[in-house]
Structures are given as structure tokens and as C-alpha cells.
């Protein structure tokens, strides 16, 4: 039987807007370029998963409107399971806006989360009476929300993976059960170990401090364009593949899938190494194809091949 993961977030609608410049207040500033794409860091976990051979089901809340039912529908139509995938009578399915200022490749957030914050710990219990694998979970919901699921999902013997993003200051990870992967970005990581600027270099001072707040098993801070830091504890490693980290051309808003990427990788392969390979592959050929698309295992596997990358143990 394939490994299962278990997904629980936000699932809505994005709309990305290219800009050359932002308008001063009151100003306008006219361009050419948007895309509208399913976002949520859950729906696109749950896409990704899929992708990578895993039986991914999504836990999450839709409006009962034309954008949910499209959004249910391409799920559906993607292989993920929906039966958690509910509808909300009252809210509308949420929308994300990114603005994406070309001229310094940078980009700015605007999430509405509609129906998305309504997910309850009924569906969540739910899903995890499924049997599954895994289950990936990511700060998007409040955060009492996650502390619950995680410590629902520990009684019933089923390994959590936090994707913490997004973080603040005041949130009590000490509060948190154990975990299996804790996964964060850099710039999110300076929040939470509360060590200044973090970099290739000082990465092991601010994986000791964030472990001395939140207990997992591997911790894994993502390093952008230089790959993964891993740490268990006692022992630590920059997993950087050769040849995947240097892509030509600037990131154009990929689909946030990395994390759940390495979570499925994982319980597909039980190796940490592996799964941040398969990860920094995905998230390699995300940004030859501008983000539009998340990759399949057949992708990675062809770009292993053509490449001379042996996913090793």
C-alpha cells in the first residue's frame, strides 16, 4: 500500500500580479501580467504529495461557491483524496493575493482566508482516523489549532511534519508535543531561535536554539539557493545536491510545495538525505518552469537520469 500523508491548512484560490513598480498611496500603476492558480500551502502540499507517488489527502474548508467546487474538482481530478475536503455555507473560499515586484524579485502577501479558517478539529480527528502515514501541518492556522492536531496526531502513533510558515514572536512552541520533522525557512528561523541573522555559517547555533523550544526528531532550516540544514540533536549536515541548486534565471513565485515535498519524500523513502534531494529537485525544476507547475516523481527521476544524480541513502 502506498505511504498515505495526511494534510491539514489552508486550500483557496491565488492570484499572483507581476509588478514593475508600486503605486504611491493613492497612485496607479497599470501591467499586463497576473496568474490565477489553487493556492494555500495546504492544497498545494496535498498536489505535490501526489506528484511524488504518496496517497495525499486534504483536510481543509471551501465555500460553497463556483471558486470551491473548482477547487474541490481539481483536487479530485489531481488523485487527492477529498472525503476531509468540506464546504463552508457561510464564508466564501478564500484568495490569496501576490504581488510579485519584478524589478527586485521580491513579493508581498495578502491572504483572505474565507471558509479556510474555519477547519475544526472534527474534520482533523476525522482524517486522522484514516490510517495515515504522516501528517503535515503548517502554522497558516491558528495556532492553538495546530498545537491540538499535533498532539491528537502523537496519541494515535501518526508522525507530525510542521511546516512553520508562517511564524511570530509571540508564538509558545514550547507548547508543542514532539515532532517528527520541523521544517522552517531561514528568514523564519531568525524568529524563532531569536539569534540574529542566520546564514550557512552560523546555522547550527540557531538549529541548537530552536531545539531547545520545539522537540523533534530532525530539524531542517530551508537555505535559499543553498540548499537544506539538517540537524538531529547530535549530529548536522548541509544537504546542498550538485547541479540542482544553481538554476538560471530568477525564482518567479513557485508554489510553496518544498515542505511537503520533503515530507512526502520522507515517508516514501525513511531517509532525510534522499527526501531533501528529491525536495531541492523539485523545487529546481519549479523554477525552470517559473513556478507554474509542481513536479512529478517521473519528473525527478528524468532529471536524475539526464543529470548522473543517484538519490542516495
Same mark, same amino acid.
Given at each position: 500500500?502506498?505511504?498515505?500523508?495526511?494534510?491539514?491548512?489552508?486550500?483557496?484560490?491565488?492570484?499572483?500580479?507581476?509588478?514593475?513598480?508600486?503605486?504611491?498611496?493613492?497612485?496607479?500603476?497599470?501591467?499586463?501580467?497576473?496568474?490565477?492558480?489553487?493556492?494555500?500551502?495546504?492544497?498545494?502540499a496535498?498536489?505535490?504529495?501526489?506528484r511524488?507517488?504518496a %496517497?495525499?489527502?486534504?483536510?481543509?474548508?471551501?465555500?460553497?461557491?463556483?471558486?470551491?467546487?473548482?477547487?474541490?474538482?481539481?483536487?479530485?481530478?489531481?488523485?487527492?483524496?477529498?472525503?476531509?475536503?468540506?464546504?463552508?455555507?457561510?464564508?466564501?473560499?478564500?484568495?490569496?493575493?501576490?504581488?510579485h515586484?519584478?524589478?527586485?524579485?521580491?513579493?508581498?502577501?495578502?491572504?483572505?482566508?474565507?471558509?479556510?479558517?474555519?477547519?475544526?478539529?472534527?474534520?482533523?480527528?476525522?482524517?486522522?482516523?484514516?490510517?495515515?502515514?504522516?501528517?503535515?501541518? %503548517?502554522?497558516?492556522?491558528?495556532?492553538?489549532?495546530?498545537?491540538?492536531?499535533?498532539?491528537?496526531?502523537? %496519541?494515535?502513533?501518526?508522525?507530525?511534519?510542521?511546516?512553520?510558515?508562517?511564524?511570530?514572536?509571540?508564538?509558545p512552541?514550547?507548547?508543542?508535543?514532539?515532532?517528527?520533522?520541523?521544517?522552517?525557512?531561514? %528568514?523564519?528561523?531568525?524568529?524563532?531561535?531569536?539569534?540574529?541573522?542566520?546564514?550557512?555559517?552560523n546555522?547550527?547555533?540557531a538549529?541548537?536554539a530552536?531545539?531547545?523550544?520545539?522537540?523533534?526528531?530532525?530539524?531542517?532550516?530551508?537555505?535559499?539557493?543553498?540548499?537544506?540544514?539538517?540537524?538531529?540533536?547530535?549530529?548536522?549536515?548541509?544537504?546542498?545536491?550538485?547541479?540542482?541548486?544553481?538554476?538560471?534565471?530568477?525564482?518567479?513565485?513557485?508554489?510553496?510545495?518544498?515542505?511537503?515535498?520533503?515530507?512526502?519524500?520522507?515517508?516514501l523513502?525513511?531517509?532525510?538525505?534522499?527526501?531533501?534531494?528529491?525536495?531541492?529537485?523539485?523545487?529546481?525544476?519549479?523554477?525552470?518552469?517559473?513556478?507554474?507547475?509542481?513536479?512529478?516523481?517521473?519528473?525527478?527521476?528524468?532529471?536524475?537520469?539526464t543529470?548522473?544524480?543517484?538519490?542516495?541513502?
Amino acid at each position: 500500500m502506498e505511504p498515505k500523508l495526511a494534510i491539514a491548512g489552508y486550500a483557496c484560490t491565488e492570484t499572483i500580479l507581476h509588478v514593475t513598480a508600486l503605486p504611491d498611496l493613492g497612485g496607479r500603476v497599470t501591467e499586463d501580467k497576473y496568474l490565477t492558480r489553487p493556492g494555500g500551502r495546504a492544497g498545494n502540499a496535498a498536489i505535490a504529495a501526489s506528484r511524488l507517488g504518496a %496517497t495525499a489527502s486534504l483536510c481543509a474548508m471551501l465555500g460553497d461557491d463556483a471558486e470551491g467546487r473548482r477547487l474541490f474538482n481539481f483536487y479530485a481530478d489531481n488523485q487527492v483524496e477529498v472525503q476531509y475536503l468540506k464546504f463552508s455555507h457561510e464564508k466564501r473560499t478564500g484568495v490569496e493575493y501576490l504581488l510579485h515586484e519584478t524589478y527586485c524579485d521580491a513579493s508581498r502577501r495578502l491572504v483572505y482566508p474565507g471558509a479556510a479558517e474555519d477547519l475544526t478539529m472534527g474534520q482533523i480527528s476525522s482524517a486522522l482516523n484514516g490510517f495515515p502515514t504522516g501528517f503535515y501541518l %503548517t502554522t497558516e492556522l491558528p495556532f492553538e489549532l495546530v498545537n491540538q492536531a499535533a498532539r491528537m496526531s502523537n %496519541t494515535r502513533g501518526v508522525p507530525v511534519f510542521l511546516d512553520a510558515l508562517p511564524v511570530n514572536s509571540r508564538m509558545p512552541w514550547e507548547q508543542l508535543p514532539p515532532v517528527e520533522l520541523f521544517i522552517i525557512d531561514r %528568514t523564519a528561523a531568525e524568529t524563532v531561535a531569536m539569534c540574529g541573522k542566520i546564514n550557512v555559517e552560523n546555522c547550527l547555533r540557531a538549529a541548537v536554539a530552536i531545539s531547545k523550544r520545539i522537540r523533534a526528531k530532525y530539524y531542517v532550516i530551508r537555505l535559499p539557493g543553498q540548499g537544506f540544514f539538517v540537524y538531529d540533536g547530535k549530529y548536522h549536515n548541509i544537504i546542498a545536491p550538485d547541479g540542482v541548486l544553481t538554476a538560471p534565471g530568477k525564482t518567479v513565485c513557485p508554489v510553496d510545495t518544498e515542505g511537503a515535498a520533503l515530507a512526502a519524500a520522507y515517508i516514501l523513502t525513511g531517509d532525510i538525505r534522499r527526501a531533501c534531494t528529491i525536495a531541492a529537485i523539485g523545487s529546481r525544476l519549479a523554477r525552470e518552469n517559473r513556478g507554474i507547475t509542481i513536479a512529478s516523481r517521473e519528473q525527478i527521476l528524468d532529471y536524475c537520469r539526464t543529470h548522473d544524480l543517484t538519490l542516495k541513502r
